[in-house]
């Protein structure tokens, strides 16, 4: 069974770092591209980051400078370090594993981030 379990959200003020963590199990966790989306109220599922098997990585142009994501192929995670918050950056953050060969991807559950003072 598939399992990308997220943590690492909640309440953060703006300019303040947050770094999300996302655990995979039930899967080869090397052939899987994994990305980082998120969802404000009201807004389409947008992708945040992502990374590739061989660690080359690509970020949407507003958070491109204040994130970062990296992947641990021993610990099957993949995370997210979040600098500079705003307000904007607010929203459901999703995990999400997606096989290099394979259609379909898994996601996780999802983890609430609130950037405000």
């Known amino acids: 069974q598939v399992q990308l379990v997220e943590s690492g959200g909640g309440l953060v003020q703006p300019g303040g770092p947050q770094r999300l963590s996302c655990a995979a199990s039930g899967i080869i966790f090397s052939l899987y591209v994994m990305g980082w989306y998120r969802q404000a109220p009201g807004q389409q599922r947008e992708l945040v980051a992502s990374?590739?098997?061989?660690?080359?990585?690509n970020y949407a142009d507003s958070v491109k400078g204040r994130f970062a994501i990296s992947r641990d192929t021993a610990k099957n995670t993949v995370d997210l370090q979040m600098n500079s918050l705003k307000p904007e950056d607010t929203a459901v953050y999703y995990c999400?594993?997606?096989?290099?060969?394979?259609?379909?991807?898994?996601w996780g559950q999802g983890t609430q981030v609130t950037v405000s003072s």
């Open positions: 990374i590739t098997t061989n660690g080359r990585t």
């Open positions: 999400n594993a997606a096989h290099i060969l394979q259609r379909g991807s898994y």
